[in-house]
């Protein structure tokens, strides 16, 4: 660098610096851009649904069933038919995803095992939701005879939403500190006592929050409910007794919206944007929750 | 007191030793073991975390009801070894132990004996507090619930706060979160947690490098009060609150090749005014560490 007497010296932007500042304050704009890009789309894709859909929403079209007649046509069944497959889904699932999440993290041995399944479900996580289906008609259709049943439905999405939950749960566990696990294991607490007393509650935010994210997932999952045969015309409510229930066939919401938008009727359109905003709707309160909860049980440790 | 092996009074006084000669000198230290009945012996333990070694040879016997320190410079191996005291390294995978660690005569890394049982018996009191993020009368109760205590809870909280010199501090709300304590406060609750189970020994690995002056001075108080009822082995970087708290101090050096050895071990006093190995002088003199 040249020596710069006191009098030459300028502290206004020059030469290379300018050309590095250039750089970074073109990025800071570029990167705007690309953000705002992402927001845009969605805002002009749900203005679209808005436009086309507000007017169908009403009671009605929340309580009647499925019909050729567009304007008769509603969401009941399909509603129905999503509360018992999500339910049943989550009641599978969880303790499934957060028991393997516990065991991968707490309990198993470093060894090959572990790494094997680590890998799996890694793996596994990134796997599209056709395969299950495919995976869910051939085992829980078929092979088991359970036909195109809320239960076949419910055992393919909860394999679909396994990997993700253990991973997030895993995530979780890992953030309650060590010191917490060494201070119980200090007094003479048992691992499962640790793990039960300490860990698990530390990490239950966090769990919670991964369990919604996937639920959410589930909630608007197609194509695999598609392959196992929820494409059916539901004009029943399904029963209060799951032994009964989850024998039924059914459809589901996002399954309705598919159907709506593929017939040739104009007024079928009003219909899916319909049902669209109220799906998004849930979706988004479902996400909303989980953001509070996380803000809520923030711990500083 | 018989010493295990003595050096020539004349050659102890330093001359111009290097401190990395006097760190490597092969010579064995001096190592006097108590004439007390101790609680703890070690026979030639030897310690590797995976293929590193960390400890080397560590025979000593440990004295009952008394304050024991262990000092030496960083790295060490000083808390390894207060750590194999109560199968804490089990902890840690790929750690490898040999050599003997009895308990009131029990060997503690016999095949079928429970760790769990080990770590209710000889407590543990860590660097920085870690308090449950519960509430106070929580993290007190926890260690007895756990090991199926069925008394007064109440009771066995109070005792083990008022042990610990906190009662007075909290007594008017235990609910309240054991995080919302001052440093020196979350470290005797820990201490009162600890106790909660009646150990007859309780580990403390440098519990008041974390505190202030004052909360510091409270808890070596703290420790000498104990130590009437209790065995107390502390883990110390700092030699005056070692000079200050003990009954007996065990000097420990890392060599060349990082293996922790124990160089002296007797009363505090003789120790740090009539220092048997050059090494130890050394080290309280301030000529390395």
């Known amino acids: ?301 | 007191m018989r010493p295990i092996s003595t050096i020539d009074k004349a050659n102890s006084t330093l001359t111009d030793t290097s401190a990395t000669e006097l760190i490597n000198q092969g010579s064995r230290g001096a190592i006097i073991e108590p004439e007390e009945p101790s609680v703890f012996g070690l026979t030639g333990l030897d310690f590797w975390y995976g293929t590193k070694q960390a400890l080397r040879g560590i025979s000593m016997q440990i004295p009952v009801n008394r304050v024991t320190a262990l000092i030496g410079p960083s790295g060490c191996g000083k808390s390894t070894m207060l750590r194999c005291l109560n199968r804490m390294n089990d902890l840690i995978p790929g750690v490898r132990i040999e050599g003997s660690v009895r308990y009131h005569g029990h060997e503690i890394y016999a095949k079928d004996i429970d760790p769990v049982e080990v770590r209710r018996r000889i407590g543990m009191v860590f660097q920085k507090p870690n308090p449950f993020p519960k509430s106070i009368f929580e993290n007190v109760a926890f260690g007895a619930r756990v090991n199926g205590f069925k008394g007064d809870m109440q009771e066995r909280v109070e005792t083990s706060l008022r042990q610990a010199a906190l009662w007075g501090e909290v007594n008017d709300d235990l609910k309240k979160s054991g995080l919302a304590l001052s440093g020196g406060q979350q470290q005797r609750l820990c201490i009162a947690r600890a106790l909660a189970v009646q150990p007859d020994v309780i580990l403390m690995d440098e519990p008041c490098s974390a505190l202030d002056p004052i909360a510091t001075l409270k808890i070596e108080d703290l420790i000498r009060d104990l130590a009437k009822d209790l065995t107390i082995i502390i883990v110390t970087h700092n030699m005056q609150q070692a000079a200050r708290v003990s009954d007996y101090t065990a000097f420990m050096l890392a060599g060349e090749q990082g293996v922790g050895e124990l160089i002296e071990y007797g009363p505090t006093r003789e120790l740090f005014t009539n220092p048997r190995d050059q090494r130890t002088e050394g080290y309280i003199t301030g000529r390395f560490g």
């Open chain 1, 1 to 301: 660098m040249p020596a710069d007497s006191p009098e030459t010296i300028t502290l206004h932007a020059t030469g290379a610096v300018a050309r590095r500042q250039a750089i970074s304050r073109g990025s800071r704009y570029i990167l705007l851009a690309a953000s705002l890009l992402g927001v845009a789309m969605l805002f002009v894709l749900g203005y679209i649904t808005v436009v086309d859909g507000i007017g169908r929403i009403s009671i009605d079209f929340l309580t009647n069933y499925p019909s050729r007649f567009a304007d008769q046509a509603g969401l009941r069944s399909s509603a129905l038919g999503t509360i018992w497959v999500l339910g049943t889904t989550i009641v599978l699932a969880i303790p499934v995803a957060v028991g393997t999440a516990i065991w991968i993290e707490e309990f198993a041995p470093k060894n090959a095992l572990l790494t094997f399944v680590k890998l799996n479900l890694a793996n596994l996580a990134g796997v599209p939701s056709i395969i299950y289906g495919i995976l869910g008609l051939a085992v829980f259709v078929r092979f088991a005879d359970l036909g195109p049943s809320i239960l076949a439905g419910a055992l393919t999405l909860t394999l679909m939403i396994i990997p993700m939950t253990v991973i997030a749960s895993q995530e979780a566990i890992k953030q309650v500190p060590p010191s917490i696990r060494q201070a119980a294991l200090a007094v003479g607490a048992t691992q499962w006592q640790t793990v039960w007393y300490h860990v698990l509650p530390s990490a239950l935010p966090g769990i919670i929050t991964g369990v919604i994210l996937s639920v959410s997932r589930a909630a608007g999952e197609t194509a695999a409910l598609i392959m196992i045969g929820a494409f059916a015309f539901i004009a029943y409510d399904h029963s209060l007794n799951p032994g009964q229930a989850l024998q039924d066939d059914f459809t589901t919401i996002p399954i309705q919206i598919y159907n709506w938008t593929i017939r040739p009727q104009e007024a079928f359109r009003a219909n899916a944007a319909a049902a669209i905003i109220l799906l998004m709707v849930a979706v988004f309160a479902l996400n909303l929750t989980a953001a509070l909860i996380r803000e809520r049980f923030r711990r500083t440790f």
